[in-house]
Nanobody, 119 residues
Framework: QVQLVESGGGSAQPGGSLRLSCAAS????????MSWARQAPGKGLEWVSG????????YYADSVKGRFTISRDNAKNTLYLQMNSLKPEDTALYYC????????????WGKGTLVTVPS
């Protein structure tokens, strides 16, 4: 069955960096778009970033553009999110998803990894 397991969350100071990883299994990772979404405390789900299987087309929310970078290693069945210049408003539970756009084609979700950036 499809499994998505996130790791790499934790606490970082404002201006700091974290790299999230998502280990995927149970499907042909290299042929599917993948994405990251997040949910901050008391807020709705936000689509953070997406990447197609060829890695050439990506999406970034305006809130993270220029600070976050999505990438994938198809040989390792792993999705990444490099997060730099972290801000307190980046505090959220980050989810890995199979599919590009959570509102259109995501069909599986990981359980999430928590990122905390204190103010």
């Amino acid at each position: 069955q499809v499994q998505l397991v996130e790791s790499g969350g934790g606490s970082a100071q404002p201006g700091g960096s974290l790299r999230l990883s998502c280990a995927a299994s149970g499907f042909t990772f290299s042929t599917h778009a993948m994405s990251w979404a997040r949910q901050a405390p008391g807020k709705g789900l936000e689509w953070v970033s997406g990447i197609y299987n060829g890695s050439s087309d990506t999406y970034y929310a305006d809130s993270v553009k220029g600070r976050f970078t999505i990438s994938r290693d198809n040989a390792k069945n792993t999705l990444y999110l490099q997060m730099n210049s972290l801000k307190p408003e980046d505090t959220a539970l980050y989810y890995c998803a199979k599919g590009y756009n959570p509102y259109v084609d995501v069909d599986y979700w990981g359980k999430g990894t928590l990122v905390t950036v204190p103010s």
